[in-house]
């Protein structure tokens, strides 16, 4: 292979510019904007880098001027420290004084462009790897896989890929794991899977890092039989599973609701004497505190504990949730104010968690001491934690407070959102202030903020309780025109609106189309239109619809 077939594979497919420029040296590193961001942040470890840096200049001033592999040796600390644009920057300090870079030089600036996503001037150095007779190896052509994969870039990586194959360059297992892991993180499973049979024993021997990758993301997309079939062609193919393998299982059981196999899962993997990590057991911590079974995530707690593997914030945060959900605020608390104590720092999650539950059982003044606290302690509050507190003065019967709550959103740098508004709608709906509540809709449609379905649920509701029913009906048939998929909540607003009226026919009709397949009504649906017809001494009617509602199994579940 020539140069210059290379070279104008690099002109069709990454640098359409690249004619531009003087292929005789590498060009100068701009320090754009970014770059300055990128580089102040190196200061953080600053001490390191300046060593690094007098070490670098020492040596270029040395005479004899000491071999390349010295050079590299500081370059590498710097790339691994992320000090790249610092490294890219001495690297031309040695173009100026004319000392000549090997592969491994330019493999080091390559990863520092990547990594910087100049991928312009990373395509401009391979070129000159090969305009110099350097023969790039699997290291140097996944360093470019790698940072096109981090950066999004992965369908320009599997490009790339397909033509250096092609052209008879060798890569590794790391560089079709880098390639699988790409577009596993961008949701192209099937595409990764597919990579996997493509490579399998033609090109390289799969590993368990590539089948883990694809099962992680295949649980992840909830296809955990998928993921099973996966894991039992390991086994046939005597890669034993490791870790990730295992957690990666598990969490896809406890996504799709299976706590009971997750933990037979678990088990096993304990039989099998793999070593289960702090993530491990957060997968089933978490798992069991979103199903709202504090106990048994205590359980799993201690258990970690007993194999002293030291819970992390990711862990309190889950069993402070897990609490919350059951209303059992004081326990979260109580984890919150020991959390320090145990070495593990509060984030802004934890104080959203807290200040939620705090909220949801009308604590709203406890959850706004709490917000001061953050303020003290430097942490930033999110629009997740102005939504709890919105929502919470909301429904303390405090509007004024809430909406001048929400104009200091703007002024501290966290514009609200939909779920911001939504709450503060569904508060003045609740109050009466209907006119109030379509001047605030009015207000954050001009802001560029789109109400959803549920706003509109909202508003129709908030009508039908004001006596204006004409009215919420023409926004009902509205968002039909507009084609709308209407959900169970909006029909079922919409039928309570009726209902009130005493408009049976109307109600019932909208049941029908409901029942005909546009969406399923629930048993809150069913007991609306029951309740309205017993009260108006309807019982003929509502007794064929109790009828009805035993026979599709409501009646059990309630609401």
Do not use: W
């Amino acid at each position: 292979m020539s140069f210059s077939n290379f070279r104008c594979l690099l002109f069709s497919l990454f640098i359409p510019n690249f004619h531009h420029s003087n292929p005789k040296f590498i060009p100068n590193f701009p320090f754009t904007n970014s770059t300055r961001r990128l580089y102040s942040r190196s200061h953080d470890d600053g001490e390191d880098k300046d060593t690094l840096v007098s070490s670098f200049n020492r040596l270029l001033h040395q005479n004899p001027t000491p071999p390349i592999i010295q050079f590299n040796k500081i370059l590498g600390s710097l790339v691994k420290a992320s000090h790249y644009s610092t490294a890219a920057s001495l690297h031309r300090q040695m173009e100026l004084m004319g000392l000549p870079s090997n592969l491994v030089t330019l493999s080091i600036l390559i990863n520092c462009f990547c990594q910087l996503g100049h991928y312009s001037l990373s395509f401009s150095v391979f070129a000159t790897i090969l305009k110099k007779g350097f023969h790039p190896n699997a290291i140097t052509l996944t360093t470019i896989i790698k940072g096109l994969c981090l950066k999004g870039q992965v369908h320009q990586a599997l490009h790339f890929h397909d033509k250096v194959v092609a052209l008879g360059f060798q890569l590794n297992h790391v560089s079709y794991g880098t390639l699988i892991n790409g577009l596993c993180k961008v949701g192209e499973t099937r595409a990764a899977l597919q990579l996997l049979r493509q490579v399998d024993g033609k090109l390289v021997q799969l590993n368990v890092v590539m089948y883990s990758t694809i099962i992680d993301s295949l649980c992840k997309d909830k296809l955990v039989n998928d993921a099973f079939d996966l894991y039992f062609e390991m086994i046939a193919r005597r890669l034993s599973p490791n870790v990730v393998t295992y957690t990666a299982l598990i969490n896809g059981f406890c996504i799709v609701g299976k706590l009971k196999e997750a933990i037979a899962f678990f088990n096993n993997m304990i039989l099998e004497n793999i070593k289960s990590d702090v993530y491990t057991f957060n997968v089933l911590v978490d798992a069991f505190c979103k199903e709202g079974k504090v106990k048994e995530a205590k359980n799993v707690f201690a258990m970690m504990m007993k194999k002293d593997i030291k819970p992390n914030i990711v862990t309190y945060n889950s069993l402070m949730d897990g609490y919350c959900l059951v209303k059992e605020v004081n326990k979260a608390m109580d984890i919150f104010n020991t959390m320090t104590q145990r070495g593990v720092s509060v984030d802004v999650r934890s104080y959203n968690i807290i200040i939620n539950g705090l909220c949801k059982i009308r604590m709203v003044d406890e959850a706004m001491n709490l917000f001061e606290q953050m303020h003290c302690r430097n942490i930033i509050p999110n629009v997740v934690t102005y939504n709890s507190l919105v929502d919470g003065l909301n429904k303390s019967g405090k509007i004024s407070y809430a909406l001048t709550f929400v104009d200091e959103m703007h002024d501290r740098g966290q514009p609200p959102d939909i779920i911001t508004y939504n709450s503060l709608l569904d508060a003045l709906c609740k109050n009466h202030h209907v006119e109030e509540a379509i001047a605030l809709l009015r207000k954050f449609k001009d802001q560029g903020i789109q109400p959803n379905l549920y706003t509109y649920s909202l508003l129709i509701k908030g009508l039908c309780q004001s006596g204006r029913l004409k009215n919420a009906q023409e926004v009902f048939q509205n968002l039909l025109i507009k084609g709308y998929n209407l959900d169970v909540y909006t029909y079922t607003v919409m039928i309570q609106g009726l209902c009130d009226k005493g408009l049976f026919d109307e109600a019932l009709a909208l049941l029908s189309k409901m029942k005909d397949g546009v969406c399923v009504p629930n048993a809150v649906t069913y007991d609306i239109i029951i309740r309205s017809l017993f009260d108006k001494g309807e019982n003929e009617k509502a007794e064929k619809l109790l009828r009805e509602m035993i026979a599709r199994g409501l009646l059990e579940h309630g609401n």
